[in-house]
């Protein structure tokens, strides 16, 4: 039975493909060049991250910090940190669709949280034996988990596409599940302001010829003043514009999505870029 107080859902649900479908279609769409670059790129994160992690099981002073910097933070601040690990994680990708993030990389203490977390929660899920005694003998239990486990040392194995794709889809697929979790999967729900630097950046125009509206405010574009231009080409009155990307990072006319300061915004924005692209590809 379809759901009458979302008249997108059905429509929704035959569109959009498994996140894995998407991924692997996404990544379909690159040339040669770009799908070597991109198995480089990920190979190299990966091995940088297993031995971040490793040394980080093994020290005796980041492991009890980062412990304890997880169990003094808020369920929000882990989710957001997770998320910024996600992002980072999907931008390896979505920079070859002509789109760039204004979020930085983690810095090495919150990637040490991160990488904890997500080994934490693994590990509870797969080996919660693994967990028992206190946290500060957790390492033992984590290292050797670290160990034998296949998805973590794939990245050591060489630089083939499939070891390296296989477990940046599984992570992809995580971060999908995670958007659903947190509320953020509909894209048509979710309203979050541009990001700064991407409305600083946006061009000032003029126009050629009269007759054309800003449909913000339905009043006629002059010649004589300089307009806003997304970079979806729709031009709008900067008095009417600046306000209106306060509020969403979204073009008034083709919903086109301009980057955000927001994690889960821009982890939506960016998937909504993969499942275009993916759709391209049939
Ligand atoms: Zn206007
Ligand atoms: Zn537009």
């Known amino acids: 039975m379809i759901d009458i107080r979302n008249p997108f859902m059905e429509d929704k649900e035959k569109k959009e493909k498994e996140p894995s479908e998407t991924i692997m279609a996404a990544i379909?769409?690159?040339n040669t060049h770009?799908?070597?670059d991109l198995?480089?790129?990920?190979?190299l994160e990966f091995r940088r991250h297993h031995h971040h992690l490793c040394s980080l099981l093994r020290s005796s002073t980041r492991f009890p910090l980062a412990l304890h910097h997880l169990q003094t933070i808020s369920l929000h601040q882990k989710a957001l940190l997770i998320a910024r690990y996600f992002l980072s994680t999907l931008t390896h990708l979505t920079r070859f669709f002509k789109t760039s993030s204004s979020?930085?990389?983690l810095n090495l203490s919150d990637l040490d949280a991160a990488l904890l977390l997500m080994l934490l929660c693994e590990v509870h899920?797969?080996?919660p034996q693994a967990l028992q005694g206190s946290p500060a003998e957790w390492h033992i239990g984590l290292n050797d988990y670290v160990m034998r486990s296949s998805l973590l040392t794939l990245a050591g194995l060489g630089e083939s596409s499939s070891t390296v794709l296989t477990p940046y889809v599984d992570l992809t697929i995580k971060c999908r599940r995670f958007l659903?979790?947190?509320g953020c999967g509909d894209e048509m729900v979710r309203e979050v302001?541009?990001?700064?630097a991407a409305v600083v950046a946006l061009p000032s125009v003029e126009i050629n010829g009269c007759g054309v509206e800003c449909v913000i405010c339905r009043e006629e574009m002059r010649e004589d003043r300089e307009m806003c231009e997304l970079p979806c080409e729709h031009l709008f009155h900067w008095m009417c514009m600046l306000p209106w990307l306060k509020k969403r990072n979204t073009?008034?006319?083709c919903r086109f999505q301009l980057p955000t300061d927001d994690v889960f915004g821009e982890i939506q924005r960016l998937w909504g870029i993969l499942v275009t692209k993916s759709g391209m590809e049939s």
């Open 180 to 182: 659903d979790a947190a």
């Open 193 to 196: 302001a541009a990001s700064v």
């Open 39 to 43: 198995i480089h790129s990920l190979s």
């Open 251 to 253: 073009c008034p006319c």
């Open 28 to 30: 379909c769409t690159l």
């Open 125 to 127: 899920q797969q080996e």
């Open 34 to 36: 770009q799908f070597s």
């Open 103 to 105: 979020f930085l990389k």
